[in-house]
């Protein structure tokens, strides 16, 4: 009997913990450590945000989840990890107790979360939407300012696939609600590379930002902010950007308070360094996987933070772990980038596919067909988790709640 604890309820570590209930054996146990009591996709957090996620049908709860899927969920946080006594340290999310886990196989699944690479002011002025709850906390704000009437402004930093969303989504939403007097919104979207979505294709960055411009999005190029404050943002270059409310979507790393428990190696963003096998460098005995990872590919390179590296490693995961507690060797997870697609509102996407080298991809389409098929990313992730049958349920109740109760 092995006691596998998976640390991370994202999209890594909630599909390992469904699917390690396939692949291992009835008398083994899984113990998912999570603080939150329910799953969110976190691409979509940038809807919480603006107020347009369905958190009726789009959450899971992992409590009943684990129970009908074989896992049991904790709620709470990692707090250490002691490799002599196999155990980690944990604390409560509902009543701070602190208390130990036994484990025989520790999974280390916390993702990332946005780096402001020490920008002064950024961590006081700023909104990031690294979990669900900082997410809700954007809505509070935003629902405030989209009543306030007069034009309010909006900073972003960070152009990537989060900024970019939240942007076109807010600019969505504030257009909507000026039917109902809403609030009109000034859209910054600030980048410090030469166009968006740096680490895509080229012509994926021409086209995201033409929407982005047709959308009245101010998208501001080669522009590094040196300092936040609690009026507006403060560029390299002295420029001032006033703005009524901030958010920071710039980078990643893994959180700061990872870096040096256990005393497993880290990089210099605070990933945990792994062999191909997805065990770390330090000990057989634990692995880590998704963003919180640095995994080497046969070519040198790293696998990139991507929602669709942490899906496929989490699947190749629960098949070599399972085969290991059977008596075969772990195998190394190669990674084959499938492209990537982007949301610029809820009716446009653009999307690369077949990627080439060199960041070039063969195919780079765009429109509504597109933005379908990012839906059916997410919908992939649930049936991932839940099944077919539950994904079709939940598609008809969506269609029909669109029909009978419209939103913006």
């Not at 976190?42 to 009943?64: M, N, Q, W």
């Not at 009437?149 to 600019?171: C, H, K, M, S, Y």
């Not at 059916?376 to 539950?390: D, N, P, V």
Request: glycine share 8%; proline share 3%; net charge neutral.
């Amino acid at each position: 009997m092995s006691r596998i604890v998976i640390v991370g309820g994202g999209a890594a570590g909630i599909e390992l913990s469904t699917l390690l209930n396939k692949t291992t054996k009835k008398e083994d146990s899984i113990i998912l450590v999570e603080p939150e009591t329910h799953h969110f996709w976190k691409p979509r957090l940038h809807e919480i945000a603006a107020g347009t996620f369905d958190s009726d049908l789009d959450t899971v709860c992992y409590f009943t989840h684990g129970a009908r899927h074989g896992y049991q969920h904790y709620q709470a946080s990692m707090t250490d990890i002691n490799r002599d006594n196999k155990t980690i340290s944990v604390c409560g999310a509902a009543d701070g107790v602190n208390y130990q886990l036994d484990y025989d196989y520790l999974i280390i699944a916390i993702g990332a979360v946005s780096n402001d690479f020490n920008t002064p002011g950024a961590q006081d002025h700023c909104i990031f939407l690294d979990s669900a709850n900082q997410a809700r906390q954007a809505w509070h704000r935003m629902s405030f300012i989209l009543r306030a009437g007069d034009t309010r402004t909006v900073n972003i930093v960070g152009a990537g696939a989060t900024g970019v969303e939240l942007a076109a989504e807010l600019e969505r939403v504030s257009r909507k609600l000026q039917r109902y007097n809403g609030t009109p919104l000034t859209i910054n979207l600030i980048e410090a590379a030469d166009r968006v979505l740096p680490n895509s294709p080229e012509k994926m960055s021409r086209k995201v930002q033409q929407q982005l411009e047709k959308n009245n999005i101010n998208v501001l190029l080669q522009t590094r902010i040196s300092e936040v404050t609690d009026k507006g943002m403060i560029t390299s270059d002295d420029r001032t950007l006033d703005a009524d409310i901030q958010f920071w979507a710039a980078g990643i790393k893994a959180p700061d308070w990872l870096n040096g428990i256990g005393g497993l190696a880290y990089n210099r963003i605070n990933q945990i360094e792994v062999n191909m096998n997805l065990t770390t460098t330090v000990d057989d005995c634990i692995f880590a996987l998704g963003d919180c990872a640095s995994i080497p590919q046969l070519d040198g390179s790293f696998v990139p933070p991507k929602a669709q590296a942490a899906n496929r490693a989490a699947e190749h995961l629960a098949k070599s772990l399972g085969g290991f507690l059977q008596g075969k060797p772990l195998t190394d997870f190669i990674f084959k980038d499938g492209g990537m697609v982007v949301a610029v509102g809820h009716y446009f996407a653009v999307g690369s596919f077949a990627p080439g080298s060199k960041m070039e991809s063969k195919f780079i389409l765009h429109g509504l067909l597109i933005r379908r098929v990012y839906d059916t990313i997410f919908r992939l992730h649930q049936k991932t988790i839940s099944g077919m049958f539950t994904v079709s349920r939940l598609m008809l109740s969506k269609r029909l709640k669109a029909i009978f109760k419209p939103n913006i």
